[in-house]
């Protein structure tokens, strides 16, 4: 029997998420057992980048390694992948870790139970609490 390696996706990639991405893109590059590359679920926008052009946040942080309007300044690991697509961003994921804010897990959770590892375990970074839960 082969065990599976790890596949691990942050949703949400604001500030704080992309924080932490820093610390979990670390730990999945040195642990045998993980894939080194992370998934980050990236609520698509536009971003003025002058001359009355735009860019999408995901492709920035794809090319730049920096969320540019939720953490300028600050790199991003280059084992980060930023995926507008919450289907595609958690697709066969064993480890979903939650940075978003809680008022808009429950209508995003249908689409990722119907993505990830039937054995997906769940991490929550989340600030708040909320009471309106889907099932």
Known sequence: M?????????????????????IVCKNCERLPNVNSEVNMWVYEED???????TQKLSDIINTSHEN???LPGIKLPPNIIA?????????G?????????????SSLLPTIRDAVHPSCRGISLIKGLGNNVAR
């Open 93 to 105: 994921a064993t480890l979903l870790i939650f940075v978003l804010p809680h008022q808009f897990l």
């Open 68 to 70: 540019v309007k939720y």
């Open 83 to 91: 995926v507008p697509d919450l289907k595609e961003a958690c697709y």
């Open 47 to 53: 971003i003025s980048i002058g001359n009355n052009r």
């Open 2 to 22: 082969t065990l599976e390696n790890e596949k691990v996706c942050l949703i949400g990639s604001g500030n704080w998420g992309c924080a932490i991405a820093k």
